[in-house]
């Protein structure tokens, strides 16, 4: 059973920072698994869930046009927890933010059009709240 724990969300003002993360089942991270795909991925209140970053198990990174220069993704796989940096927060980062895994490499050929589907399994979410 593959289990996602979020932590670290909370209220913060407009330039501030939060770190995210998400301890992940070993399951994962076990070195059986020659591909994997993390990312974190958010939804504001009537808005649909969008990809924010991604990282492999080869550390290749990707990450959304609104938060490059702000946001890292890093992922320790010692402790079976991924990571998503954020600073310089805006308002607009204001959204639940979910951690997500799939045993399949990224699809980085479409990355632009990632969806909540190309993920099987999810953390529960971590709210985050920008004021400004």
């Known amino acids: 059973q593959v289990q996602l724990v979020e932590s670290g969300g909370g209220s913060v003002q407009a330039g501030g920072s939060l770190r995210l993360s998400c301890v992940v089942s070993?399951?994962?991270?076990?070195?059986?698994?020659?591909?994997?795909?993390m990312g974190w991925f958010r939804q504001a209140p009537g808005k649909e869930r969008e990809a924010v970053a991604t990282i492999d198990n080869g550390g290749v990174s990707r990450y959304a046009d609104s938060v490059k220069g702000r946001f890292t993704i890093s992922q320790d796989n010692a402790k079976n927890t991924l990571y998503l940096q954020m600073n310089n927060l805006k308002p607009d980062d204001t959204s639940v933010y979910y951690c997500?895994?799939?045993?399949?490499?990224?699809?980085?050929?479409?990355?632009?059009?990632?969806?909540?589907?190309?993920?099987?399994?999810w953390g529960q979410g971590t709210q985050v709240t920008v004021s400004s």
């Open positions: 997500a895994a799939d045993l399949r490499a990224c699809p980085y050929w479409r990355w632009l059009l990632l969806t909540a589907r190309d993920f099987a399994y």
């Open positions: 070993r399951y994962i991270y076990s070195s059986v698994y020659s591909s994997y795909c």
